[in-house]
């Protein structure tokens, strides 16, 4: 298909899961005051899971800026984000914050303007700048890293690799109101990256690089099953119950409250506990491959502001900014030299308890061991909310069934990913 072809599938999928979920076309957020242009940068932004508001406060302090913070509910982020990017003139924002995974999907749809190649800065971890770009252009600038990590309480050893952690689980007397192990697998993106890590470390690939659902060929088949039983029998077991119905808040909350002796969550949760007066843990890297993720910085297509927002965004990106978002914050760096040497929080103490300069170094190695070992990235498709509704939608019904998962739901999962890949729904549930 042509990229023409390509943009107008795509605009045409945005429109309808925006009419579907209810969000006016054009956010209108702005007062007709407002409309007058007062020289500041529009910004568009999700829900900050900084400690203390760190992202809010380093932006706010460049100056002529107008911060909108959206929906904190994953798919109605995603469809105001959209709403935003396609604005009317009066309303249009100039800045956005947005999912990595999504990047593609604003740029094929031609909402983003193209970052010029002398914009981009050196430096950059080759990972978290990939994610920006789609068709061989840079439609974005990284912000934030996110790679899933293992938190464990300190009596807790570190596994070897995931069979360790579930023979660890056998051996622990199991309270029926605990899990042993928390994860987000509730029906919501965060649930998507979950599953993907699940499947990847029995070595099931779900999209090749070049965008293909290899799920279902045969040298992959015989992995998809196994991590899919795997997944089925621990759920029968109750090792990870609640990770059914938990997103990010409600698992931190849990491994705080002493309810699961491991729990795999983003780098903001080590401050956030920290924060809270809870040290009594360690963070290393996932016993398999982690997902990546993170938050880019785009310039809306219909933004007469270029320059400015390009100069905003390399402020951002400075070392010195990233350091106290990482330090203050807990947003991972999305410069390779950060995590080297760490410094504290300049402003500790103001929300909460500071991290300590060794916790955090120790929360960089977690991230940096992740980066050089086994991480990948989500699939970089023009229609990946669809298919991410899809996948683990799918994955989960067959995961929580009362039978074991077979090589026909595979084919079944498989087939429908490939419908969802190109913006379309077989069927409603999927796999229904």
């Known amino acids: 298909m042509t990229a023409r072809g390509w943009r107008a599938v795509a605009v045409g999928a945005a429109a309808g899961i925006l009419l579907a979920l209810g969000v006016p076309a054009a956010l209108n957020r702005l007062s007709e005051e407002e409309c007058k242009d007062d020289g500041k940068l529009k910004i568009a932004t999700g829900d900050d899971v900084s400690v203390g508001g760190e992202r809010r406060r380093i932006i706010e302090s460049w100056g002529k800026t107008q911060m909108i913070e959206i929906s904190k509910v994953a798919d109605l982020k995603h469809a105001e984000m959209l709403a ?7 309303q249009a924002y100039d800045l956005l914050i947005i ?18 190649p002398g914009d981009v ?29 293992l938190y464990r309480r300190k009596e807790q050893s570190r596994p070897a690799d995931w069979q360790d952690l579930w023979e660890r689980t056998r051996a622990t007397a199991i309270d029926p109101a605990k899990d042993v192990y928390l994860a987000q697998l509730d029906d919501f993106e965060g649930g998507t990256v979950g599953l993907l890590e699940l499947l990847r470390a029995y070595g099931a690939e779900v999209v090749d690089d070049d965008g293909e659902i290899v799920l279902d060929r045969p040298e992959n088949l015989g992995n998809a099953r ?5 997944l089925w029998w621990e759920n029968q077991r109750g090792t990870m119950s609640g990770s059914w119905s938990a997103k990010e808040e409600e698992s931190l909350m849990a491994f705080a409250e002493g309810k699961a002796p491991y729990l795999r969550h983003w780098p903001y949760a080590a401050l956030q506990l920290i924060s809270r007066g809870d040290p009594d843990f360690h963070v290393s890297e996932l016993p398999g491959p982690a997902t990546l993720g993170g938050s880019n910085l785009a310039v809306t297509a219909g933004s007469t502001k270029y320059d400015a927002a390009v100069k905003l965004m390399r402020h951002l990106l400075t070392p010195q900014n990233q350091g106290v978002l990482f330090a203050c914050g807990g947003y991972a760096p999305v410069l390779t030299a950060a995590y080297t040497k760490v410094s504290t929080c300049p402003h500790g103490g103001e929300d909460g308890t500071p991290p300590t300069r060794p916790q ?12 050089k070992g086994h991480r990948a990235a989500r699939p970089k498709l023009a229609h990946y909310s669809r298919f991410s509704d899809v996948f683990r939608r799918c994955v989960t019904k067959y995961v929580l069934a009362d039978d074991p998962p077979a090589e026909d739901g595979i084919r079944t999962i498989a087939r429908e990913l490939r419908v969802a890949a190109l913006g379309k729904i077989e069927a409603d549930p999927p796999c229904g």
């Open 121 to 149: 800065p050196g430096g950059l971890v080759p990972e978290a700048s990939a994610s920006g770009a789609w068709e061989g252009r840079q439609y974005a600038l990284p912000f934030a890293l996110d790679v899933g990590l």
């Open 99 to 116: 999912d990595s995974a999504v990047t593609p999907e604003f740029a094929a749809a031609g909402l983003l303007h193209e970052i010029d």
């Open 84 to 90: 935003a990017a396609q604005a009317a003139p009066c």
């Open 226 to 230: 196994t991590a899919l039983w795997r």
């Open 360 to 371: 955090l170094q120790e929360l960089a190695d977690a991230v940096r061991d992740t980066l």
